[in-house]
């Protein structure tokens, strides 16, 4: 069998990134957007997985069924499937879409980097040093330019780390384990909603019938199909060709692309720190693009 091609590889992994931004982007303008629409973190959690275990039902027509064993799937579909988007929602009650942006995208390659070094022994390179360092630098303009108009918004920032935290340990587990894009895929949309839906219909707080029909159908889809049927193929497409280190600092860019369609879409308007930020971040995940991935 050839050789795969790495010119090959990087650029379909780059451009998987890019898209990942987008999907990304809106995911956190579309979660802010439904504590507004009479939705409960609950139920934004029910719709993303419910969305979810439709979409990956149909991709069972042309893939077959996801064979991890058993502890590597409840891995999986605990972190990306549980974790990430129930701290996720749960914090958009207490926080704006570009806090919850500046954390969850801006810290997330710190903290895949250092879990990197720690379990994988992989090392990032000076120019992927820097572009930390810049991705930080504009997360922290972003912050400190919306930070004070939102006095309650530490707690939302706390359930974002825990988001941060879980999203991390997916990333390296994908890696370490070699889970093939769509193999990780159907695991979480596959997974999650059996074990979450009986629980939330029984046991949760839920306005669901409260809520507008136009919402309800479009966090399902944006939160199911894109952001986890999507994105989550996007996402492990990318780390596969670049590595995880690379790929979460190229995606560091969804905090000014959210920030700035938070502004139109939400009314959370930017201020000079904020489109300083804005800057910082984007020249930050330009730097971390160039050069060779580490591995």
């Not at 029910?46 to 969305?51: E, I, Q, T």
Request: with cysteine; aromatic share 10%; proline share 7%.
């Amino acid at each position: 069998m050839a050789e795969a091609d790495p010119a090959r590889e990087r650029r379909i992994g780059l451009a998987c990134a890019i898209l990942l931004i987008i999907v990304w982007a809106g995911f956190h303008v579309a979660a802010r957007l439904g504590s507004s629409q009479q939705l409960t973190p609950w139920d934004m959690g029910a719709l993303r997985m419910g969305g979810a275990f439709a979409g990956g039902l149909v991709l069972l027509l042309w893939f077959r069924p996801p064979r991890l064993p058993l502890p590597r799937a409840l891995a999986l579909a605990a972190t990306a499937g549980f974790g990430f988007p129930l701290f996720a929602y749960a914090g958009y009650v207490f926080a704006p879409a570009a806090h919850g942006a500046v954390l969850m995208a801006g810290v997330l390659p710190f903290a895949t980097a250092i879990l990197a070094s720690l379990f994988l022994a992989e090392r990032f390179t000076a120019r992927q040093g820097a572009a930390l360092v810049a991705v930080g630098a504009g997360a922290a303009l972003l912050g400190a330019d919306m930070w004070g108009d939102h006095p309650g918004a530490w707690k939302g920032d706390l359930l974002f780390l825990c988001a941060i935290l879980s999203w991390a340990v997916f990333t390296l587990l994908i890696r370490r384990w070699r889970v093939p894009p769509m193999e990780g895929t159907l695991t979480v949309a596959l997974w999650c909603a059996p074990a979450y839906l009986p629980l939330w219909w029984w046991l949760l707080p839920s306005t669901l019938g409260e809520a507008p029909a136009g919402a309800v159908a479009f966090q399902a889809v944006w939160q199911g199909l894109a952001a986890v049927i999507v994105a989550g193929f996007l996402f492990a497409l990318a780390v596969k060709a670049l590595g995880p280190v690379t790929t979460t600092t190229i995606t560091a860019a969804v905090p000014p692309v959210a920030a700035l369609a938070a502004w139109p879409l939400l009314g959370e308007a930017l201020g000079p720190l904020g489109l300083a930020g804005v800057t910082v971040a984007a020249a930050g995940m330009a730097l971390g693009v160039g050069g060779p991935a580490r591995r």
